[in-house]
């Protein structure tokens, strides 16, 4: 069995691809834009964010009411509901259902869900051939790599990678000198999937309680050609998906988009109710809806319960400035960025996913972009604490904190220390920054510290609020 490299390890191999750099900034970079120019055109974007925040919070706190209700509903339209406490039990009724089915070929649209739970690995196991019909979740799948972004789950690879991948992988590559060209011999690749698939699998970023319908979002229609072609159409999602009305999730859906893209509206969203009637021109024969639990009940006990806000829009990833600089991948899990963060300690184990909630400068912006107002750095933090008692600490991070306290609590000598490394840091500068320092490695290996300049901070502070 190979050796999967921990933490500290894929940071450093992240941190010294300088490609990897320039595909996340041309994304992440892209995305910040767009969202700051949505925000200053939406004036009303703090009384909506309070809006989304409470609607999600009232669900949480009634959440048994609401899945009974869309229960009852779904079923009422005709489709086939099914509960599942753990991924692996989620994984096993899809697989059960296409086995009934004896379907051969599965389209499936992209869900963070069905990755956090496994589905890819076991639609493989169970022998069934999977097509990922998102742009993105195609391109990964190509390469064979997890998704790197939440959004955009090919957002580690460039334009010029891409275009060698599907030189080597489409039977019609044709020149792939441009975004258009790649996206048309993905087309070209991918349309006789749709058509041919006999069941389609998409995740929901709303589950409607009062009409039992799904809601799904995406930017290339792939979810469409995924769930109405096939005569079998399953939904995996995430129980904490609920909103109570359409009127709510439309009030949830201007937050993500603008969030997540930047636009005021999706390109294309649908939304799902039932199998398809006799009067339909097309649609599935069978409707299907897997609801997951997963670890979301446990969150509520174990004060997690503002994690389960999240509508997966990755705004905290795009702002996040571990993130920018090292991508998904070094994480190590499915959700990466803050809110992975938080989430991943929860599915994986606090011991295995300790390092996570460390990677973090608790700088506060994933929580100021948040459409739903998480405080990401509380629930950090909360980590954090739990990890320090529970003696997952480094021996070097629990003896320089007891030393960091201990000055701490004498003024006077903090005061010295601080003046001390003032006057020692300059040595080790050069032009104004500083490449390499004793006992600065983890600040200088793969970045430069500016040579303090004006004063150490009670100094500084001091001249600004003398009285």
Not at 271 to 289: L, S, T, Y
Request: glycine residues 8%.
């Amino acid at each position: 069995m190979s050796h999967t490299p921990d933490f500290n390890t894929r940071v450093a191999a992240a941190l010294a691809n300088p490609t990897l750099k320039v595909a996340i900034e041309r994304t992440t970079g892209t995305a910040r834009t767009k969202r700051a120019a949505a925000m200053a055109a939406w004036p009303e974007f703090p009384a909506a964010r309070a809006l989304g925040r409470d609607i999600k919070d009232h669900v949480i706190e009634n959440l048994a009411h609401y899945l009974v209700e869309f229960e009852k509903n779904a079923v009422a339209a005709g489709t086939k509901v099914h509960w599942a406490r753990s991924g692996e039990e989620a994984c096993q009724i899809v697989v059960d259902i296409c086995r009934k089915a004896k379907a051969k070929s599965v389209t499936r649209a992209k869900s963070m869900l069905g990755e956090e739970i496994g589905l890819p690995h076991a639609l493989e196991a169970a022998g069934l051939e999977r097509v990922e019909t998102d742009l993105a979740e195609h391109i990964i799948q190509l390469a064979g790599d997890p998704p790197s972004h939440i959004v955009w789950p090919a957002l580690h690879k460039t334009r010029e990678q891409v275009a060698e991948l599907f030189r080597a992988h489409h039977r019609d590559p044709g020149a792939m000198a441009t975004v258009e060209a790649m996206v048309a011999s993905a087309r070209r690749q991918l349309r006789e999937k749709f058509m041919a698939a006999d069941v389609g699998i998409s995740g929901a970023n709303f589950l409607i309680a009062d009409t039992g319908a799904v809601c799904t979002v995406t930017n290339e229609g792939n979810a469409e050609l995924t769930t109405t072609p096939p005569r079998i159409h399953i939904v995996t999602a995430g129980i904490e998906k609920l909103v109570p009305s359409t009127a709510h999730a439309m009030a949830m859906l201007r937050l993500l988009v603008r969030s997540a893209t930047g636009a005021e509206l999706t390109q294309y969203t649908t939304f799902h109710n039932g199998p398809k009637r006799a009067e339909d021109r097309d649609g599935p024969d069978e409707f299907h809806v897997v609801l997951v639990d997963a670890g979301r009940t446990r969150m509520l006990n174990e004060g997690l319960a503002e994690m389960l806000r999240c509508i997966r829009c990755g705004a905290c990833l795009n702002h996040c400035v571990v993130y920018r600089q090292i991508g998904g991948h070094a994480y190590g899990a499915t959700y990466p960025g803050p809110m992975g963060s938080v989430l991943t300690p929860v599915l994986d184990g606090l011991e295995q996913a300790q390092d996570l909630p460390r990677a973090c400068t608790l700088n506060g912006q994933c929580q100021e972009v948040c459409p739903v107002a998480i405080p990401l750095p509380t629930l950090l933090r909360g980590w954090r604490e739990k990890s320090w008692q529970r003696g997952f600490e480094p021996a070097t991070v629990r003896w320089a904190l007891v030393l960091w306290r201990f000055m701490a609590m004498r003024p006077r000598l903090y005061e010295f220390a601080g003046n001390l490394g003032l006057r020692i840091m300059p040595l080790f500068s050069r032009g104004g920054w500083i490449s390499r320092m004793p006992m600065a490695g983890g600040w200088t290996a793969h970045r430069d510290m500016p040579s303090p300049s004006g004063g150490t901070f009670l100094a500084q502070y001091r001249r600004r609020f003398k009285k």
